[in-house]
């Protein structure tokens, strides 16, 4: 059994990020279709520092556990989705005690088992390779980026002389912009990423999920309750409740099962496994809620005067960039045997 609480400094955090996506929700689709964030929701971002919640005091952050920064990222992301995510995302650096300004992209292998093979090589001090999509939001004067050694994924530091970014081709996540990174020159090893490091990138990661889930059940849910069909309230049809209801357990549950390997990571327990799970478990209820928005809404959830149908390509986009879900599906096979968690991105 787990318990936590959220202390007074994380509810104000939480709260400020909701606050703040509620502000920049009406600029979500001009976002989306110029390719960014305007520049004044950015500074602002910066100056609330939000996007220091992940960044140990140390380097200028906050010094937030996971289970703080997760609650305030799906509080933004509930609110403005892909500003959210745009703003947010890109700052997976920060995770492993980066200071700002600096670029990530995942190259490696993966962990415990899973074979795919590594985009980005590191050998000796020097890294080889490219990421087809990388969330690195803009160019950075430097790059953490993950790459497969000869004994593991390993992390490196590499500055922007080494690293060549190019427009990509996605279906969604607009604001954010699309990048394919090409790394080739000398890099400054930093140790492994082994399952402390994944077990923390999987929890950073799973909050957007949530985010989505729940702006998409809220949109879904008043839309029904305003719609009328043969002189009733669309919602008062089981067609239409029932899908809603099963959206709101599968967000809850998913989200329940993210606190706790948020907290037991925080105890400083192994939670690797869970945190994978916990991922998969985001992934399926944000892909339900939004596919669920669409259907509520009919023929309207595929015109772009809702957000539905974005909503839905931004889910798939953010699930290529944090691993597949059929990958993450075999994670709790590896609950009795660890070492038969294959398909762990």
């Known amino acids: 059994m787990f318990r936590f609480d959220w202390d007074d400094d ?3 955090v939480a709260e400020l990020a909701r606050d703040f996506g509620r502000g920049a929700a009406a600029q979500e689709r001009a976002a989306a279709e110029g390719g960014a964030v305007p520049d004044g929701l950015r500074a602002q971002a910066k100056d609330l520092g939000l996007l220091d919640l992940a960044r140990s005091a140390e380097h200028g952050g906050l010094g937030l556990p ?3 920064v997760g609650h305030a990222v799906a509080s933004l992301v509930a609110e403005a989705p892909g500003i959210g995510t745009a703003l947010l995302l890109p700052e997976a650096a920060s995770l492993f005690g980066e200071g700002p300004g600096v670029g990530f992209a995942d190259g490696g292998q993966g962990h415990l088992g899973y074979r795919r093979p590594g985009e980005l090589r590191l050998a000796g001090s020097r890294v080889d390779g490219s990421v087809a999509f990388a969330a690195v939001g803009q ?5 953490l980026l993950i790459a497969a050694g000869d004994d593991g994924d390993r992390f490196c530091r590499v500055g922007a002389e080494a690293v060549e ?3 990509a081709s996605a ?3 607009g604001a954010m912009g699309s990048f394919r990174l090409r790394a080739s020159g000398d890099a400054q090893p930093l ?3 082994a399952a402390m490091e994944r077990t923390a990138l999987f929890l950073y990661q799973a909050p957007f999920f949530h985010g989505y889930a729940r702006a998409a059940l809220a949109y879904a849910r008043d839309y029904a309750a305003q719609r009328k069909a043969f002189g009733r309230l669309i919602g008062s ?3 239409i409740a029932f899908p809603l209801a099963e959206v709101a357990m599968e967000g809850e549950a998913a989200e329940l099962l993210w606190q706790e390997a948020a907290w037991r990571h925080g105890q400083g327990e192994d939670a690797f496994v869970l945190a994978a799970q916990a991922l998969r478990a985001a992934k399926d209820a ?3 809620a939004v596919n669920t928005c669409v259907g509520t809404l009919g023929g309207h959830g595929f015109v772009d005067d809702h957000p539905a149908e974005r909503w839905l390509r931004d889910v798939e986009t953010l699930s290529a960039l944090s691993g597949q879900r059929q990958a993450l599906a075999q994670a709790g096979i590896a609950i009795e045997t660890r070492e038969e968690a294959e398909g762990i991105a």
Do not use: I, K, W
Request: charged share 0%.
């Open 286 to 288: 944000a892909f339900l």
């Open 191 to 193: 140790g492994a990423c």
């Open 66 to 68: 996971a289970l703080a």
């Open 171 to 173: 279906m969604g996540l």
């Open 10 to 12: 994380s509810t104000a």
């Open 165 to 167: 970014l190019s427009p």
């Open 237 to 239: 049809f089981q067609g």
């Open 139 to 143: 160019a950075s004067p430097a790059y």
